[in-house]
């Protein structure tokens, strides 16, 4: 059975660019999950889906970040534009009950 | 809300030796309780969990922990560490809820570096 997987796995880009991150779950996983871990810090909660609805974005930073899950399949986070301090590691998880983790993308904003 | 405290941000060990990485945590409610293991250039793995029952939970790779409510600790320990144990490890808890994980708040990391 195949894992979480997300793409791309590192990102560079420069302060005011836009940047797309893609999460594909395990097949059958209705709820999916974002972290983001900056350097440093512990590992953050962003958002939860059930499906393709939003159960708890509580932890999304501010408005330039936008997440979406297309029919209750993948999930993409889209951030518009990168700032400086969005530089971290992305995780996704998926769970019927227990989370599996995705290896995560490592964003960088120069 | 929920935080998590893991005590030491790094630790190393000679390989075979024994190891206990600290985990506290507070809750207003009742929590689940988790480790999970990052490898060098990988996702994050867990390693166990404590839902309910017994406090001592045996996880993989020779890991256990105990959850101690009064002292709201989960360390994790092993009696005898391999060089393949070099990784990252996080505490995290989430509210608890029917037996399913809800979000997941985590500890900041312990790094365990097993040296020969």
């Known amino acids: 059975e195949a894992g979480v997987t997300q793409f791309p796995s590192h990102s560079v880009i420069e302060k005011g660019q836009t940047v797309t991150l893609r999460c594909d779950p395990i097949?059958?996983?209705?709820?999916l999950y974002w972290y983001r871990r900056v350097m440093g810090k512990e590992i953050k909660f962003l958002l939860h889906?059930?499906?393709?609805?939003?159960?708890?974005e509580s932890g999304m930073p501010n408005n330039r970040f936008l997440a979406e899950r297309t029919g209750g399949t993948y999930s993409t986070l889209k951030v518009q534009p990168a700032e400086l301090e969005d530089s971290g590691v992305y995780f996704c998880?998926?769970?019927?009950?227990?989370?599996?983790f995705g290896p995560g993308t490592r964003l960088t904003v120069t | 809300a929920q935080s998590v405290t893991q005590l030491d941000s790094q630790v190393p060990v000679f390989e075979e030796a024994p190891v206990e990485l600290r985990c506290n945590y507070s809750?207003?409610?009742?929590?689940?309780l988790f480790w999970y293991v990052q490898y060098p250039n990988q996702g994050l793995q867990l390693l166990l969990k404590?839902?309910?029952?017994?406090?001592l939970v045996k996880g993989i790779n020779g890991f256990e922990a105990e959850f101690n409510k009064s002292q709201t600790s989960f360390h994790l320990r092993k009696p005898s560490v391999h060089i393949s144990d070099t990784a990252e490890y996080f505490c995290?808890?989430?509210?608890?809820?029917?037996?399913?994980?809800?979000?997941?708040?985590f500890g900041k990391g312990t790094k365990l570096s097993v040296k020969p």
């Open positions: 995290a808890v989430s509210a608890a809820a029917g037996g399913s994980q809800g979000n997941l708040i």
């Open positions: 889906f059930v499906k393709e609805s939003k159960q708890d």
């Open positions: 998880a998926s769970s019927f009950y227990e989370q599996y």
């Open positions: 097949s059958g996983h209705d709820n």
């Open positions: 809750s207003s409610v009742s929590v689940y």
């Open positions: 404590y839902l309910s029952g017994s406090t």
